[in-house]
């Protein structure tokens, strides 16, 4: 019970999002909940929050979703381009940095999509089939993680890299990383759970 306070106090405080998507968050919640009453009609209901906030998955993946969207977890979704338009009118000024993503400007599927590499030897599975999300953000979820794979080892990873020239990317069950452009992320997580595993566990625990 102790763990679960701790964890549902950093999610009071935003915790893992950035100054400026904290700042945001905020305005949209406040504003959100008095704004709508009044009009009718909320602007800042396109604001949907993080990545994090959208999908879920088993304890056992969780960190392995955190390494294949990496600073993505924390990227700010919207339905449209209203925020980016008050920021860019001079309306809306955010302290520090933070990744905006647009439901209504994700890219169209892409040739790795179409790769099938389900009941090869080592891998586990392709990291949207592997999270569980409303259905409406489908096309997000797979602009996402739809060219990333999971498998067993770096040996697979390795095995499986010609993969690359069409965009795939394989995170293995140590969350080592290797990239679309062939770089290669080895060695322990930084102290901390990411966003997702932080909110699986917290769901698990209650």
Request: some cysteine; charged content about 20%.
């Amino acid at each position: 019970r102790e763990r679960l306070n701790v964890l549902e106090q950093l999610e009071d405080q935003f915790a893992g999002a950035g100054r400026g998507g904290q700042q945001l968050l905020r305005l949209a919640r406040a504003n959100q909940s008095t704004q709508g009453s009044l009009t009718g009609l909320n602007s800042w209901n396109t604001v949907r929050g993080l990545v994090a906030d959208i999908l879920s998955s088993e304890m056992h993946l969780a960190p392995l979703i955190d390494v294949a969207l990496g600073p993505l977890a924390d990227a700010i979704v919207l339905s449209d381009g209203q925020v980016i338009d008050w920021i860019h009118e001079g309306n809306l000024t955010i302290d520090g940095r933070v990744t905006l993503l647009r439901l209504d400007r994700l890219p169209n599927k892409r040739t790795g999509e179409k790769i099938q590499l389900d009941g090869l030897r080592g891998v586990i599975g392709r990291a949207d089939r592997l999270t569980q999300f409303p259905a409406e953000y489908e096309p997000l979820i797979r602009a996402l993680l739809g060219t990333t794979w999971f498998v067993d080892s770096l040996a697979t990873a390795l095995e499986l890299s010609h993969f690359r020239g069409a965009g795939l990317r394989f995170v293995t069950a140590e969350c080592q990383l290797i990239d679309s452009d062939g770089s290669i992320t080895i060695g322990s997580l930084q102290a901390g759970l990411g966003l997702i595993s932080r909110r699986t566990e917290m769901q698990t625990a209650r």
